[in-house]
């Protein structure tokens, strides 16, 4: 078998065999296909696509590139759920505790961000002393006592997705659905999860802009997740604005803190509890929405949620004192208040600009080699659709150096729309894809 045959064979817009892409893939990962093939191969694909049943082979090839997960030492259903990314998402750390406080198992590993806003693992590492670094050994064991647990993927896990997917940023490839749901689903069928809930973003923030194309990638990633043996919902949920109210690290750490105590209805808390309520429904401890939503309820009202997070914090050397006192999680010397220019309405919000307003703060990375300071970020005061008077607090600035601060408010203060006339309301979750 020839790569360059492979590469001709698409091109002219026939389907590969599995023995075609795990060929590919295995040479590619070893080192025996260049960089230039592999372009040429990805391009090929961008422009005729795959079918349902090569993207599934795809994916599988990805997955058998690496190391996959053993989570048989965890008692029960081990439930996942994955966020295609968003400003000021934090949902993994509500739905996370809420599950295994119903006694749920969320075995997860993350990955760190780069652009915007730290990912899951910046926001954990915010915390004094909590560790992401845990062997497989001691992560099972956190979960079968805390129903919970969330570490950095293994350094062998997806080899595949790691090469594929720094050769597709460099050569434009990114944005095709085959090669997206491929690269997500691959880490999350080798991450070892028996059910996986899948919350595809959409709108000014996501990477799909368009909905259509939102159902069309959610569609996508259930079917492959299916058909590799995995039960697999997604909800095509709105990102045309911050989802929560903190963006940045310790911010959003303290804000779902909050949240497990009952408090800031909105949002954040409805997709975190929409999102905990299907991982129970796939994890069989709830029959109906209904009968979930009452069990989550339930352990916000008691603290077992809050409990929860608290003992999987410890369990990983953090101070789990965080979880009464929020006071604890770093914090900024200043707080700058950003008000409106005019009077009006809310009416759009450009979530990329104000992702990048924070991390000009200092709560993003703009480079690998960035470091993140977990206390700064910004703290919005008004979302789409609300009254604005002028002089009004649109936000507040968390800031520890004000090198680039003229600009990160510049660009927020462009990217918060106030017009003459409130716009309508968005939807929350646009659809569920079982």
């Not at 020839?2 to 893939?25: A, M, N, P, Q, W």
């Not at 690496?66 to 509500?94: F, M, P, Q, R, Y």
């Not at 597709?168 to 691959?186: E, G, P």
């Not at 003229?406 to 462009?414: L, P, V």
């Amino acid at each position: 078998m020839h790569i360059t045959d492979v590469i001709l064979k698409k091109r002219s817009g026939e389907k590969l065999s599995r023995e075609e892409i795990d060929f590919f893939i295995k040479g590619y990962v070893s080192g025996d296909i260049p960089d230039y093939q592999a372009s040429a191969l990805l391009m090929a694909i961008w422009f005729k696509r795959m079918d349902s049943r090569e993207t599934t082979d795809l994916t599988l090839s990805m997955v058998a590139s690496g190391d996959t997960i053993d989570l048989s030492g965890i008692e029960g259903i081990k439930v996942d759920k994955h966020s295609t990314g968003g400003v000021a998402d934090t949902t993994t750390l509500i739905a996370g505790p809420l599950v295994a406080a119903c006694g749920g198992r969320v075995a997860k590993m993350s990955g760190r961000g780069l652009g915007h806003t730290g990912g899951t693992l910046d926001k954990l590492e915010s915390i004094p002393g909590l560790s992401i670094e845990q062997s497989m050994e001691s992560f099972q064991n956190i979960v079968n006592k805390h129903g919970l647990s969330v570490i950095g993927q293994t350094a062998n896990l997806v080899p595949a997705d790691k090469k594929l997917y720094a050769l597709r940023d460099v050569t434009v490839t990114v944005d095709n659905m085959s090669l997206i749901a491929a690269s997500v689903m691959s880490k999350k069928i080798a991450s070892g999860a028996d059910a996986i809930v899948l919350d595809v973003k959409t709108g000014s923030g996501a990477f799909m802009k368009k909905t259509e194309d939102a159902f069309e990638l959610a569609g996508i990633m259930v079917e492959i997740g299916k058909l590799a043996g995995r039960n697999t919902v997604a909800l095509v949920t709105d990102m045309n604005q911050p989802l929560g109210n903190a963006v940045g690290n310790a911010l959003e750490v303290r804000e779902a803190i909050e949240i497990l105590k009952g408090g800031h209805a909105g949002d954040l808390k409805d997709a975190a509890l929409a999102l905990s309520a299907w991982m129970l429904r796939l994890s069989n401890l709830a029959g109906t929405e209904a009968e979930a939503m009452k069990m989550l309820n339930s352990v916000i009202e008691n603290g077992a949620a809050l409990k929860s997070f608290a003992g999987m914090i410890e369990a990983q050397g953090g101070n789990p004192a965080v979880t009464d006192d929020v006071s604890l999680l770093p914090s900024a010397g200043k707080i700058i208040e950003v008000k409106a220019d005019k009077a009006g309405w809310v009416s759009e919000m450009d979530n990329t600009e104000i992702g990048i307003a924070a991390m000009l703060l200092g709560a993003g990375r703009q480079t690998k080699a960035d470091v993140i300071d977990p206390a700064v970020g910004l703290w919005m005061k008004k979302r789409l659709g609300d009254a604005v008077s002028l002089g009004d607090v649109l936000a507040e600035f968390y800031v520890n150096d004000e090198k680039n601060l003229k600009e990160s408010i510049d660009r927020f203060k462009a990217a918060v729309k106030i017009g003459s006339e409130k716009p309508e309301d968005l939807p929350l979750i646009y659809k569920v894809i079982e």
